[in-house]
């Protein structure tokens, strides 16, 4: 099947399929299997499960709907400096300005933030991977090499952009944080349409993700972290 010819409830089905086979079964296991071995042993084989899934997953869609999908296409010092650029913007406008306020509005957020913080912090090396690594991968991947190809030509570069921005949000399972999600979905679909590089956008979103990483889940000292008033 052509990219060019899939339409927006397909790309609806592959979330959808994605968020079951990457999200609800590798969740299921870590509960269920994972958790009942001894703890550092348990994190390392989530991961290897969410990179196996993740793989099979991607590697399924493209072969299935015979995406071109290139990770080292177009890169260009431009595209480089534009991604530091992205990466600092989402950190200031994110996590500097929108989250906190939306966490002041959303009380229980903040609460189930302050547990996501302590269960990161039991594996930080395996969750520096999975979040800092993996995850800009297969998202990047997944919603602008997949999504946003699939659709430009056929619903034009707005829909196609508001389109795989809005189910970007989707994946990362936080109504509190849907605008958040949407802005920095926009931004680096932007991005992938004015640089025409893939690669570009996996390293702003990656090193986006490293700044909160460092800056919020590894930090010692909580007293000026978002979240820590509450």
């Known amino acids: 099947m052509n990219q060019n010819t899939i339409s927006i409830s397909t790309t609806i089905i592959w979330i959808v399929t994605y968020l079951i086979v990457c999200g609800i079964i590798p ?15 348990s994190a390392w ?13 991607i590697l399924v869609l ?10 080292l296409n177009n ?16 950190y200031l406008l994110l ?26 912090r039991q594996s930080p090396i395996v969750n520096l991977i ?54 920095c979905g926009l931004i680096l679909g932007l991005l992938y349409i004015n640089t025409g590089s893939l690669f570009s956008c996996i390293l702003a979103h990656s090193l986006y993700n490293i700044i909160s990483y460092f800056t919020s889940i590894l930090t ?3 007293t000026h972290k978002k979240y820590s008033e509450l």
Request: charged share 15%; proline share 1%.
């Open 130 to 183: 999975r979040i800092c690594l993996l995850a800009p991968v297969v998202e990047e991947i997944l919603i602008r090499g997949c999504i946003l190809n699939s659709l430009q030509s056929k619903y034009g570069i707005i829909l196609a952009l508001l389109i795989s921005s809005l189910l970007f949000a989707v994946l990362h399972f936080n109504f509190v944080q849907t605008l958040s999600a949407v802005i």
């Open 75 to 90: 890169i260009s010092l431009r595209g480089v400096l534009l991604a530091f650029g992205c990466s600092l913007l989402f």
């Open 220 to 222: 010692e000292d909580f």
């Open 45 to 57: 084989l989530n991961l290897l499960t969410l990179i196996a899934l993740n793989s099979i997953f």
């Open 62 to 71: 493209i072969t299935r709907y015979q995406l071109k999908v290139s990770i």
């Open 27 to 41: 969740a299921t296991l870590d509960k269920m299997i994972f958790r009942t071995i001894k703890n550092g042993i």
């Open 95 to 120: 996590d500097k300005l929108l989250d906190p306020f939306f966490d002041s509005v959303f009380i229980a957020s903040a609460d189930e933030y302050k547990r996501t913080i302590a269960q990161l």
